[in-house]
């Protein structure tokens, strides 16, 4: 990558390290220095790339030449962090923030995390006390919610995720239709590497992409009203489809990173090892949906959650009560995974 040059990496090292208070040996001190070792990498990232909005825009341009990807790739590798558990900290982060609608990104991404090598039930008793104890998330963080998903993680062998997403007209979301094949299980259309574990946070982010290419060119500016960023859909036909969301299963193994700092409950890995256990549909092709049009597009997501939660007629409250429960007869099947 051109402009982060061996000397402009070596003068970000230079700035980490003399933000390292060596004096600073209590718990909570290194944990606030590993949330500023993350906040300072992810604000050169974002104004390498433009600033907020301009980063927001280049997450659905796929001809966009910053490569965010690549830059996080060499932070990743190059940057000494205070210690293993921040540099994943970093890579979970700065990744929920890229372009895995592109396809040569995605892979890269794959790529990049297939590196990942963690103990989760270690890793998970680290990142609960760094939530909990350090002191720097807020009143408002659900801290019993963040404990509770910990808990969840550590004691189960297979995991229940959610993820919205696009599905563009006339492509089939699963691989295979036979249910008797592994592929079944493997998703094809919408697939990516962030979950969540709350199925009314993938109900959120069904629309998430098409939203952010709508105000790409609306009028409006980034707080465009569900409606008027529908006006722009003509402009975007054949990369705007159904508002989407999906159950599925995946190995506690296979986990990569967690991140609950922002009360999305995110969980990234392979997409190939996320097993596509039903689906529904929010929306038609074109974003209508009753639940949609009440929803503030372009606000924080903890405020669009409760906008959600206000309307208990809602489907998202009637689908998928409990976590999947993985039965024996197909557990074979989700065991294999095409690499």
Sequence with gaps: ???????????????????????VKDKIGIHKER???VSILVKIIDDLGGGSAKI????????SQFNQVE????????????DDFTRQLFLTRALSETNNNNRQSRVAIRNLLNTVRIDLDEFIDFYKDFILNSGIFKKTH?????????EYLKQNQWITIYRGFNTKEGEAIRTSNNKNKADYYRQKEGMGFSFTLNKKMAFLFSIMFQARLLRSTS??????????????IHKHRSSIGRASIGRYVIHKDNIKCIEFGRREEEVMCDYRDAKLIDYK???????????????SQGEMMTYQLKE?????DSKIHKWWKTSYKVKKDIESLLLKTKK
Aim: charged content about 30%.
């Design 1 to 23: 990558m051109g402009f982060l040059t061996d000397e402009r990496l070596a003068d970000i090292q230079r700035y980490m390290d003399e933000e390292h208070d060596s004096n």
């Design 35 to 37: 949330a500023h070792n």
């Design 56 to 63: 927001e825009n280049n997450i659905v341009d796929n001809n």
């Design 71 to 82: 830059l996080i790739e060499t932070f990743y590798r190059k940057i000494r962090f205070v």
């Design 142 to 150: 659900n801290f019993e919610e963040t404990k509770a998903n910990c």
């Design 219 to 232: 009028k409006y500016g980034h707080l465009v009203s569900h409606n008027n960023m529908k006006e722009e």
């Design 281 to 295: 549909f929010i929306s038609d092709l074109n974003l209508n949906s009753k639940e949609l049009d009440k929803i």
């Design 308 to 312: 959600l939660n206000k309307m208990t």
